[in-house]
């Protein structure tokens, strides 16, 4: 009898110890598997009230996606129609660093076709939907009198 207590003793100190154990943060991809490559399905902005469709553009048929690694993010659009003028040609791209942490999303856009838009950070709310990511925030640029909230959805590429 006089073993068993020692024993019972060292169980209950051991799983108090246990209970005081720090977790390890949560990794951007374990929090939502965003590592891979997304293609925009739908894109909104929201201004002053009024929500208009800003992905597909009617007679414009372009294609964007986003990827994603664990640290960076890049997006490049261009449009279908294989343009060769000014009038129809239409490339953007951009890249930079973001931070995720449970639903909060931020980037950085280090790198922009549309310069003005560099060196920025934006704050967004991520959901996961199956394969559809929806992406939710404001875009907030002084300088360049941007100010509205976007709605994309992408899906994800296998």
């Given at each position: 009898?006089?073993?068993?207590?020692?024993?019972?003793?060292?169980?209950?100190?051991?799983?108090?110890?246990?209970?005081?154990?720090?977790?390890?943060?949560?990794?951007?991809?374990?929090?939502?598997?965003?590592?891979?490559?997304?293609?925009?399905?739908?894109?909104?902005?929201?201004?002053?009230?009024?929500?208009?469709?800003?992905?597909?553009?009617?007679?414009?048929?372009?294609?964007?996606?986003?990827?994603?690694?664990?640290?960076?993010?890049?997006?490049?659009?261009?449009?279908?129609?294989?343009?060769?003028?000014?009038?129809?040609a239409?490339?953007?791209?951009?890249?930079?660093?973001?931070?995720?942490?449970?639903?909060?999303?931020?980037?950085?856009?280090?790198?922009?076709?549309?310069?003005?838009?560099?060196?920025k950070?934006?704050?967004?709310?991520?959901?996961?939907?199956?394969d559809?990511?929806?992406?939710?925030?404001?875009?907030?640029?002084?300088?360049?009198?941007?100010?509205?909230?976007?709605?994309?959805?992408?899906?994800?590429?296998?």
């Open positions: 009898m006089n073993l068993r207590l020692p024993v019972a003793i060292g169980i209950i100190a051991f799983a108090l110890a246990s209970c005081g154990e720090k977790k390890a943060p949560v990794t951007a991809a374990e929090a939502l598997p965003l590592t891979g490559t997304w293609k925009l399905a739908y894109s909104k902005m929201i201004k002053n009230g009024d929500t208009s469709t800003t992905y597909p553009v009617p007679g414009k048929p372009n294609e964007m996606i986003k990827m994603f690694n664990g640290s960076h993010f890049s997006f490049f659009s261009h449009d279908l129609s294989k343009g060769s003028d000014s009038a129809t239409a490339f953007s791209s951009g890249a930079g660093t973001y931070t995720l942490t449970g639903d909060k999303y931020e980037e950085h856009l280090q790198y922009c076709s549309f310069r003005g838009w560099e060196d950070h934006f704050s967004f709310t991520l959901t996961l939907q199956n559809t990511l929806i992406q939710r925030g404001i875009e907030k640029i002084d300088s360049l009198n941007v100010n509205h909230e976007i709605v994309e959805a992408y899906t994800r590429l296998r």
